[in-house]
């Protein structure tokens, strides 16, 4: 099996002092679907933002489909397509130009760039806004925008940070469908969500992490079965309420 992420001895202190990451390791395989779960503040975003390359580490080896972020970045980030938490697209570009302007970050050329963003338009239901400036979207829109953006260098890797926060029952029930297919064609996805039935009804493996300590990491039907539970929730609560 290949190694899609490899994290070991993880450690992030913001200037400031805070530690959000406190020696964290774990290792993801290539086809996996993962789910990054804990409290806010628990140090998911932090994480991922290392993974991704946006955020320096204190220490720790990270690795990304066996290439170190330390030894090659660039190489590292172009298997990892990233769906922030926050929006941040320019308001006023439109959402087919926002698509294609992203694959000019991985030199791809502009002909095959559109035509791939016009196909992810469609799969995400945004082909009626393409020509839309972005701050006309609903923020379920926006959610759907941010997840074509990350795809359009078809990454091995897709981090979503909270994907479906503020998205209505029946699309949050069509991203889970089109998640299902991307992890099914053999992308590796790793999900953070506050959501817990949607992580359970997506991920094969868990970690749930607080206070920058990785707090368990298995497969997620081991989990259940361990505390003897049917929720996700009631174990998840179990875990991480302070005592
Ligand atoms: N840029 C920053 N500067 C200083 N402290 C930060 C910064 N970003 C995050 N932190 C702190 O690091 C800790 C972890 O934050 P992080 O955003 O990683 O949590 P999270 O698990 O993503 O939470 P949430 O579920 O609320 O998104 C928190 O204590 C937070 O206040
Ligand atoms: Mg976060």
Redesign the pocket.
């Known amino acids: 099996m290949t190694e899609a992420v490899g994290v070991h001895g993880l450690r992030?202190v913001?200037?400031?002092g805070?530690?959000?990451?406190k020696g964290v390791s774990l290792s993801i395989e290539e086809g996996d679907f993962f789910a990054l779960l804990?409290?806010?503040?628990?140090?998911?975003?932090?994480?991922?933002?290392i993974l991704s390359g946006l955020?320096k580490k204190n220490d720790g080896v990270v690795t990304i489909f066996n290439t170190s972020i330390d030894q090659d970045a660039p190489k590292a980030r172009t298997y990892i397509g990233l769906v922030p938490?926050e929006f941040n697209f320019n308001i006023f570009e439109k959402v087919l130009d926002i698509v294609v302007t992203q694959a000019g970050y991985y030199g791809i050329p502009r002909k095959e760039a559109t035509e791939r963003a016009e196909e992810l338009l469609k799969d995400l239901g945004l082909w009626e806004k393409r020509h839309a400036p972005s701050q006309s979207l609903s923020g379920g829109m926006k959610r759907r925008l941010m997840i074509a953006r990350g795809l359009i260098h078809a990454p091995k890797l897709l981090i979503l940070?909270?994907p479906t926060a503020g998205v209505d029952v029946e699309m949050r029930l069509g991203m889970w469908d089109f998640l299902r297919k991307l992890n099914a064609a053999g992308t590796t996805i790793i999900l953070?969500t506050?959501y817990l039935d949607e992580a359970q009804e997506l991920c094969r493996n868990v970690a749930i992490?607080n206070?920058?300590d990785i707090l368990v990491n298995e497969p997620m039907d081991a989990l259940l079965a361990r505390h003897d539970k049917e929720s996700l929730e009631t174990v998840y609560l179990e875990l991480t309420r302070p005592q």
């Open positions: 992030k913001y200037e400031g805070t530690e959000a990451l804990g409290p806010n503040g628990a140090g998911k975003t932090t994480l991922i933002g955020v938490q940070d909270e953070t506050h992490i206070k920058g």
